[in-house]
């Protein structure tokens, strides 16, 4: 393979996990809020859906108007994925704070309806061509040697996924909102105690969350793996799911871990291609043993020592960086007294 | 700031939780708020911090009445709570924790946050790193932390709750100078919440004592102990004369034990409690009792000395599997020597070598969880070891750490009779409940669920749940929610036990039930035992002094 190649390849990388990166990024929301959503599969799945249908029938409208382009379809089919994955996030957390159900079983239940629902709804709609987001490279980044062409020849969606990756994380760090929020799903009752209105906080970041899921799944139908097909993308929510823990419940560091999980994926078909005689589901499991070796890793007693023998100066910022804790009260319904 | 209580009552249900209580602070001084568990100081302090509306009654704030919405709106107006459990945020750093909630800015501002937690530690004696995870910090740190975040959002009243409950004997000379400071230098008012009657004779100029929900009145500090006690216990301990019993041979002995928890440590305890005798612990809660009866169930493992039941201390057992992970490490380790030599060999290629290795980890790995499940299974905790040897437990926590909620009065007969059986018995363990039932004048069927069960009755099924015979018997509140009735029928049954040869030990908020129902009584005071007293020769001034925590002969 030459450098081209590799560099095709990555930038290839970054495009496929984008997606991942949205889902991510608003499930980490959500939980750190002390929510856990659990409908991510069923609610990418009916967002994939509905997004890609929606751009489809408004483009076709609009055409009779004399309207034509993709640009409006494609926004309306995101606006409308957005509120779907907004709608059943909050579902999750109404029947957690109103009806004190469980946020477990609530999830689980939904992420399998939300999934027929899709098929069934776009059973006439399968295997056709839609409206897609348009390639936009931006012109003088794209010409930075190997960073502009990984980075900077995608699309709008992907740019924009980017940048509220960035802003999850100072809104998330550097903003009193932001600390708010943590404090609400770490703890709760102290929150109530300085004034801090727990349950409207909750709701809010969910529907964001949510918000951010749906448009993952449209990230897909829309831009990554057009079209739509039954269980399109299954399985993809629960993988986002796995990387939030992975990425500790941080936003920069769950992105990194949906550019890992792209990675390795892509290492696996490489490694399939060197090694013919070898089953490639063998190759398939490769990228959850390391998942699973990581995360044993990051929670053992080697990482303290690790900090341990680490220079002085280094050591504070070291841990800090490989904290992994989920947030205290996640998945706990909160009770004003 | 003038802050004046009239009439404040509070009634959950029947319960009066306050029951008309009225009083004045004055800026400047320190009030003591004394009381048992159960008093209503907490509910008292609860709804002058903001925390629950009272049923009825007025709180005047330099004369104006005010009602308070939450918390968050008391400290708007000067009132702050620092609660014994620090309302903080452990996984935040000192500065995040200090900032939530402190502004409605977009922005967080760490360097002044760090310049303020600074500034104001310093001025204070605190030593506060801003920079570390709250979760790192000692109880006593982290409340000198919302301490000084109280201030900084201009508390004039502060109400500490028993804050010096699992902090260090430093941190609590540094927290008392601050409070004197705080009321001498810039005439704030506090209310000291407490158990401790040194402390509150210490700090205080005034102490108000409650008892049941009622104001059992005001003193002004000094005051001697004794009136405290008797305010706060009722004047009416009487003693009635029991039978002395022979006691026999020891069954349980402590030989200078130290039990150490998170918020307490007991230090070198030394008992011996014989066949047939009852031995009281009283004191104030949270004074240690608990942590001693826990250590001799074998719940909590002492850090230093012994707790010998029968002669033998209470160890577990290992389980005679605990070798398994040591035989898939050896395992794997071989097979990867094994490898590396037959690469090196040139038997081998580089993927054969990587596929016998990944082979070899599988086999480890599963040897290891046959044997992590094989070693939980056949070893045995202390406390399993407590209860085949004769002992039994009554935690205070009823559907807590007693019984078990969502099963029946029949499933926990199951699961209390010492033979376990494979399949069970159904028709001989209702008889079995049956005959409990109507022994311990339980109200409910052998269906009956635990949690439909009244307090006093799921008080009733937990004793009724202990075998016989038993060597010893540790008790928490055995009485607590029983009526006189009921309280002295169990205690009957308790005595045929102790001439069965049980020895008992129990710990009591009642003293009372501690006077009449023992043989000899030990005090606990801030983790520390008294020497042991025998009933018969002490006397109510006594134990008032050793409650206080001061060591009379």
């Known amino acids: ?337 | 700031m003038h802050i004046e209580l009239q009439d404040i009552r509070k009634y959950f249900g029947e319960v009066r939780a306050n029951d008309g209580i009225s009083l004045v602070f004055e800026p400047g001084r320190i009030y003591g708020l004394l009381g048992e568990n159960g008093a209503g100081k907490s509910t008292l302090m609860k709804i002058l911090s903001g925390y629950q509306a009272p049923t009825s009654g007025t709180i005047l704030l330099d004369g104006q009445p005010v009602s308070f919405s939450s918390p968050s709106d008391a400290l708007r107006k000067g009132i702050g709570m620092l609660y014994q459990d620090p309302q903080d945020f452990p996984p935040l750093l000192v500065s995040e924790n200090y900032l939530l909630a402190y502004d409605d800015n977009l922005l967080l501002d760490f360097p002044k946050a760090e310049e303020e937690l600074r500034g104001l530690g310093e001025r204070f004696g605190f030593h506060i790193d801003p920079r570390v995870h709250v979760e790192t910090l000692t109880l006593g740190e982290r409340q000198q932390i919302e301490l000084v975040r109280l201030l900084a959002l201009g508390a004039e009243f502060l109400i500490l709750d028993e804050p010096t409950t699992g902090i260090s004997a430093e941190q609590k000379e540094i927290l008392f100078n601050t409070m004197r400071r705080l009321v001498n230098e810039e005439q704030k008012t506090i209310i000291l919440v407490s158990h401790k009657l040194e402390e509150v004779q210490e700090l205080c100029h005034e102490v108000a004592v409650l008892r049941r929900g009622k104001l059992m009145g005001t003193k002004d500090i000094p005051c001697p102990n004794t009136e405290l006690v008797r305010l706060m216990f009722g004047q009416e301990l009487k003693r009635s004369e029991r039978v002395p019993f022979q006691t026999g041979e020891t069954v349980l002995r402590v030989e200078d034990a130290t039990i150490q928890t998170y918020r307490l440590t007991v230090e070198g305890i030394d008992l011996e409690l014989r066949e047939g005798e009852v031995l009281g612990l009283a004191g104030l809660e949270g004074s240690g009792q608990r942590l001693l009866l826990q250590a001799c169930a074998g719940l909590l493992q002492p850090r230093k000395g012994r707790i010998l039941l029968d002669g033998k201390p209470l160890e577990g057992k290992r389980s005679p599997f605990f070798w398994t992970p040591w035989l898939a490490l050896a395992f794997l380790a071989f097979r990867i020597v094994w490898a590396a030599i037959q690469f090196s060999s040139g038997q081998m290629s580089g993927l054969e070598m990587a596929g016998s290795i990944a082979a070899a980890a599988l086999i480890a790995g599963t040897i290891w969880l046959i044997g992590s499940v094989l070693i939980s299974w056949t070893s045995q905790t202390p406390y399993h070891e407590f209860q085949q040897r004769g002992g039994g437990y009554v935690p205070a926590g009823r559907l807590e750490e007693g019984l078990v909620a969502g099963l029946t009065l029949t499933e926990h007969m199951v699961l209390a009779s010492p033979e376990h059986t494979f399949i069970i018995d159904w028709n001989r363990a209702r008889e079995e409940i049956n005959r409990r039932i109507q022994r311990y004048n339980i109200i409910g069927q052998p269906d009956t669920l635990v949690e439909e069960l009244s307090g006093g009755n799921q008080q009733r099924a937990m004793l009724a749940l202990l075998n016989s015979p038993l060597r010893v018997l540790l008790l928490e509140h055995p009485t607590r929610g029983l009526d006189v009735t009921s309280a002295n029928w169990i205690w009957e049954l308790f005595q045929q036990r102790r001439e069965e040869g049980t020895a008992i030990m129990f710990i009591s908020a009642d003293l009372d039930e501690i006077l009449e129902r023992s043989d000899r009584i030990a005090v606990f005071s801030g983790g520390v035992m008294s020497r042991i007293v025998q009933t018969s020769e002490t006397s109510v001034e006594e134990l008032g002094h050793l409650i206080g925590g001061e060591q009379h002969e």
């Open chain 1, 1 to 337: 393979m030459n450098d081209a190649q590799i560099i095709r390849l990555l930038a290839s990388v970054i495009a496929q996990s984008a997606p991942l990166m949205l889902a991510v990024t608003g499930e980490t929301i959500t939980e750190r809020a002390g929510v856990i959503n659990l409908s991510l599969d069923g609610t990418m799945l009916l967002a994939a859906m509905s997004g890609f249908v929606v751009a489809l029938k408004s483009s076709e409208a609009l055409a009779t108007r004399g309207i034509d382009g993709d640009l409006l379809p494609v926004l309306i089919g995101f606006g409308s994925a957005a509120l779907i994955g907004a709608t059943a996030a909050l579902l999750v957390a109404w029947g957690s704070i109103r009806l004190k159900q469980d946020q477990v079983a609530i999830g689980f239940v939904l992420t399998l309806l939300l999934a027929d629902i899709a098929n069934f709804l776009g059973q006439n709609y399968t295997r056709m061509p839609g409206p897609s987001v348009k390639h936009l490279p931006i012109p003088f980044l794209r010409d930075i040697p190997i960073i502009g062409p990984i980075f900077f020849e995608h699309d709008l969606l992907i740019y924009l996924t980017f940048v509220i990756v960035g802003f999850s994380w100072w809104w998330m760090y550097r903003t009193q909102p932001g600390l708010r929020m943590r404090g609400v799903g770490e703890r709760p009752e102290s929150a109530f105690v300085r004034g801090v209105k727990v349950n409207q906080i909750r709701y809010a970041y969910t529907a964001i969350g949510g918000a951010l899921v749906g448009l993952a799944g449209a990230a897909y139908s829309l831009d990554i793996k057009l079209g739509w097909s039954d269980n399109h993308i299954l399985g993809i929510g629960w993988i986002a799911l796995a990387i939030v823990i992975f990425g500790g419940w941080r936003p920069v560091r769950g992105a990194l871990g949906a550019v890992l999980y792209g990675v390795t994926k892509t290492l696996a078909t490489q490694l399939q291609q060197s090694f013919p005689e070898v089953p490639v589901v063998l190759f398939n499991t490769l990228q959850w043993l390391l998942m699973l070796g990581v995360l044993l890793l990051v929670g053992s007693n080697a990482i303290k020592r690790l900090v341990d023998i680490a220079p002085k100066p280094l050591q504070r910022p070291l841990a800090r960086a490989l904290r992994v804790a989920p947030p205290q009260a996640l998945g706990q319904a909160f009770l004003e007294d």
